[in-house]
């Protein structure tokens, strides 16, 4: 039985543990780990209780060999960062996360009214359209997104980049965006007038969207 070394413990042995141990660990010290929370959380929160000096019972934990060999530790962590994945021509999935220093900075200012995807076309030589894009309200505990494209701009050409921004009073503040991207195109077909006959189109769901234009918008935001 590996038991736990003398006086604080040190990253390398927590790191050899399976996530089930550390878990076991962390309540043999009475720490209330909430359910899903990644092993590199953690494993923090036993290295901070663990400098306390108090120790646990740990003698039916063992080292697990796999975990030393095969576990690989992300090189960054709580970074803000933006991903976007191509479903078809017609919808994209989008995921996010915000930096929890940014985020517990935004959302306690006074003027902080949440935060939005806007969708930006690109032309051939990556300049924004910026008349040509849209903006999806998200809230503050979403962290994904799907993204329908009811309507391509005619001068981007299917490219577009996606930027998560945070709303701090009438500005759009940007908070990260995404590497450029393209929408696969539609095949032709001489059967198919318009790209609203085409079956995808149909099966999507993309005509039943309410569609609101810029120009519509209730409020004007100002974008920096």
Same mark, same amino acid.
């Given at each position: ?22 878990i ?10 909430p ?6 959380f953690?494993?923090?929160e036993?290295?901070?209780?663990s ?7 740990? =003698? ?47 959302e306690?200012? =006074? ?13 051939e ?14 809230n ?10 009811a309507?391509?701009s005619? &001068? ?6 996606i &930027? ?23 095949? !032709? ?26 120009? =519509?918008?209730?409020? !004007?935001?100002?974008?920096?």
């Amino acid at each position: 039985m590996e038991k736990i070394p003398d006086g604080p413990v040190s990253r390398t042995w927590l790191e050899s543990l399976s996530t089930s141990e550390l878990i076991k660990l962390a309540d043999s010290f009475g720490i209330d780990i909430p359910h899903g929370l990644e092993r590199i959380f953690i494993i923090e929160e036993l290295l901070e209780y663990s400098d306390t000096g108090v120790q646990g019972k740990t =003698d039916d934990l063992e080292i697990n060999p796999a975990y030393i060999e095969t576990t690989v530790l992300p090189k960054q962590y709580n970074i803000s960062y933006i991903e976007v994945i191509i479903r078809d021509p017609l919808w994209v999935y989008v995921y996010w996360e915000i930096k929890g220093h940014d985020r517990e900075i935004h959302e306690h200012a =006074d003027d902080f009214k949440g935060y939005c995807l806007r969708v930006v076309p690109l032309s051939e030589k990556n300049t924004e359209l910026n008349e040509a894009s849209f903006t999806v309200p998200v809230n503050t505990d979403d962290s994904a997104r799907y993204l329908g494209f009811a309507e391509h701009s005619s &001068r981007s050409h299917g490219r577009y980049i996606i &930027r998560l921004d945070v709303i701090r009073g009438s500005s759009e503040l940007p908070v990260v965006e995404s590497l450029p991207f393209c929408l696969p195109k539609l095949i !032709k077909n001489e059967d198919i007038n318009t790209m609203k006959e085409n079956p995808l189109f149909r099966f999507s769901g993309v005509q039943d969207l309410s569609i609101i234009k810029n120009t =519509d918008k209730q409020s !004007k935001v100002k974008r920096h």
